[in-house]
């Protein structure tokens, strides 16, 4: 089992930056590849970048690509997302979520296993 914590979110402006951060527990962290998800009401939950087992791969969603990146911390247990230049339309809730061990970075939202509860992320016009 994993348990995934996920922190960070909040309110921003236009343009402006954050930054998630996921913190997994329950097994050895650095076994998993990791992926962000963000659903906004109405909507699907979407991709937006994932994370290979050792850190090796990435992979972003096309509205988030070179914008934002996915990095991780196996000594702490811990992925991150950094997001600048913030659109109103990047405001979703922001899901970590944890899979097998894979040299791949997953782009596939049922292929993770575990998932945290989520972080709002609002960015005002």
């Known amino acids: 089992q994993v348990q995934l914590v996920e922190s960070g979110g909040g309110l921003v402006q236009a343009g402006g930056s954050l930054r998630l951060s996921c913190a997994a527990s329950?097994?050895?962290?650095?076994?998993?590849?990791m992926g962000w998800f963000r659903q906004a009401p109405g909507k699907e939950r979407e991709f937006v970048a994932s994370?290979?087992?050792?850190?090796?791969?990435?992979a972003y969603g096309d509205s988030v690509k070179g914008r934002f990146t996915i990095s991780r911390d196996n000594a702490k247990n811990t992925v991150y997302l950094q997001m600048i230049s913030l659109k109103p339309e990047d405001t979703a809730v922001y899901y970590c979520?944890?899979?097998?061990?894979?040299?791949?970075?997953?782009?596939?939202?049922?292929?993770?296993?575990?998932w945290g509860q989520g972080t709002q992320v609002t960015v005002s016009s």
């Open positions: 994370i290979s087992s050792n850190g090796g791969n990435t």
């Open positions: 979520a944890a899979g097998q061990v894979t040299v791949w970075a997953v782009r596939i939202r049922d292929w993770y296993k575990y």
């Open positions: 329950g097994r050895t962290f650095s076994n998993g590849g």
